[in-house]
């Protein structure tokens, strides 16, 4: 850095001062301590973030200012605009409806094209699901808790008690299997027994007695002498 290429150089030592802490001599060095500008040439001053409300609750789609917000206005049901004056956020619940999300989107454009306050006509529209806000959002509410929305999760008591039927009865299926490592000798020894049968028995036939009757001896004829 260029303060690091000056120190303990020609007897210089640099150190580092924070606004506010500046000693005399600072001030004695620049002619003295006078009003200076907190913004750099063409930067726009912070202004307080906005909140509103977009929803379809009363039958037609309607966006509403919340004065005061915090972190507990952002219903889950619904979509909410965060305006930082440098940027539009648009807060999607996990609740709302696909009507919310498509106008509440064409909203912010009407929003940021037809401001009239001085702000940059490209400024970004940001859109962000509800449970995964980034700090750029999450600062603009006081003591943010990462674990709300998880806190207030709404929980099926019938479909818990279906989930721990199906977790049990699975379970117990388990219990009853064989075990791996015995189906897989099981597998082995059929295999085996497949590929090398054991030699057939062999066994001599004995002769079985001939059931035929036994011949009649020839007939001897004399010739007549």
């Not at 037609?60 to 940027?87: C, G, R």
């Not at 609740?95 to 509440?104: C, F, G, N, R, Y």
Request: charged content about 25%; hydrophobic content about 40%.
């Amino acid at each position: 850095t260029l303060a690091g290429s000056y120190n303990n150089t020609g007897g210089r030592e640099v150190v580092s001062v924070a606004e506010g802490d500046e000693p005399e001599e600072f001030w004695a060095a620049l002619g003295g301590k006078q009003q200076y500008p907190s913004l750099s040439p063409g930067e726009a001053p912070p202004k307080d973030p906005r909140l509103f409300a977009a929803s379809t609750a009363t039958g037609a789609f309607k966006v509403e200012e919340v004065d005061n917000f915090d972190q507990s206005d952002l219903n889950d049901e619904d979509v909410f605009l965060l305006d930082t004056y440098t940027q539009l956020f648009v807060w999607i619940g996990s609740q709302s409806t696909q009507q919310e999300k498509d106008q509440a989107m064409e909203f912010a454009q009407r929003y940021v094209t037809e401001a009239d306050d001085g702000r940059d006509p490209d400024l970004p529209i940001i859109r962000i699901a509800a449970g995964d806000e980034p700090a750029m959002f999450s600062c603009h509410f006081h003591a943010w808790d990462a674990e709300y929305f998880s806190k207030r999760a709404f929980t099926d008591p019938y479909q818990a008690k279906l989930d721990a039927l199906n977790a049990a009865n699975a379970e117990k299926r388990n219990a009853t299997s064989p075990a791996p490592s015995q189906l897989k000798k099981t597998n082995s020894v059929h295999l085996e027994a497949a590929i090398n049968p054991p030699p057939a028995a062999s066994f001599a036939a004995a002769e079985e007695p001939s059931l035929a009757p036994a011949a009649a001896p020839a007939k001897v004829y004399a010739a007549a002498s």
